[in-house]
T-cell receptor
Framework: QKEVEQNSGPLSVPEGAIASLNCTYSDRGSQSFFWYRQYSGKSPELIMS????GDKEDGRFTAQLNKASQYVSLLIRDSQPSDSATYLCAVYSGAGSYQLTFGKGTKLSVIP | ETGVTQSPTHLIKTRGQQVTLRCSSQSGHNTVSWYQQALGQGPQFIFQ???????GRGNFPPRFSGLQFPNYSSELNVNALELDDSALYLCASSDDESPLHFGNGTRLTVT
């Protein structure tokens, strides 16, 4: 059973701080990793993808991947109240049909 | 704007009824996937269609079925609705292994 684990939160950070969101996965053969942001009542929106070990930066977002530790994280710098949402980690195992396994998500609250 | 459109936006059905949800894929995408997201959970993979054939299925019973049409649009059908089928149903289209972008979803409530 492929599993993706996230701390459900809520994670509260003050405006302007760095928010750190973490995710672990069970399938060592996983190849692709994604972070989705989901506002309440809305559908998930893809914000980051990462495929190789190391860091990938896009604006205020940095994704970090460590395949040896089966760990992926998302850092949000200069957090804004508009970043308040649930962040979903998703993993593609690379086998068979292109299906993603999602974690349950971490709820982030950025306090003004 | 992902280019994936779903209809209807909201739907209320009674236990035991049948429902059909629709999805229009982004232009040029030949693969469509359906996910179910219960409240407080992450999306769960239902199945995927590639060029009108089902090519992957998650842990969902046979009363969940689908179709993909020659224009790559898709339907999700659920028979004999149960209360636990209440969820947000998400459709995503893709081309080969491009990242999945979801449509706005259909919120199904079963009473």
């Amino acid at each position: 059973q492929k599993e993706v684990e996230q701390n459900s939160g809520p994670l509260s950070v003050p405006e302007g701080a760095i928010a750190s969101l973490n995710c672990t996965y069970s399938d060592r053969g996983s190849q692709s990793f994604f972070w989705y942001r989901q506002y309440s009542g809305k559908s998930p929106e893809l914000i980051m993808s990462i495929y190789s070990n190391g860091d990938k930066e896009d604006g205020r977002f940095t994704a970090q991947l460590n395949k040896a530790s089966q760990y992926v994280s998302l850092l949000i710098r200069d957090s804004q109240p508009s970043d308040s949402a649930t962040y979903l980690c998703a993993v593609y195992s690379g086998a068979g049909s292109y299906q993603l396994t999602f974690g349950k998500g971490t709820k982030l609250s950025v306090i003004p | 704007e992902t280019g994936v459109t779903q209809s209807p936006t909201h739907l209320i059905k009674t236990r035991g009824q049948q429902v059909t949800l629709r999805c229009s894929s982004q232009s040029g995408h030949n693969t469509v996937s359906w996910y179910q997201q219960a409240l407080g959970q992450g999306p769960q993979f239902i199945f995927q269609y590639y060029r009108e054939e089902e090519n992957g299925r998650g842990n969902f019973p046979p009363r969940f079925s689908g179709l993909q049409f020659p224009n790559y649009s898709s339907e999700l059908n659920v028979n004999a609705l149960e209360l636990d089928d209440s969820a947000l149903y998400l459709c995503a289209s893709s081309d080969d292994e491009s990242p999945l972008h979801f449509g706005n979803g259909t919120r199904l409530t079963v009473t």
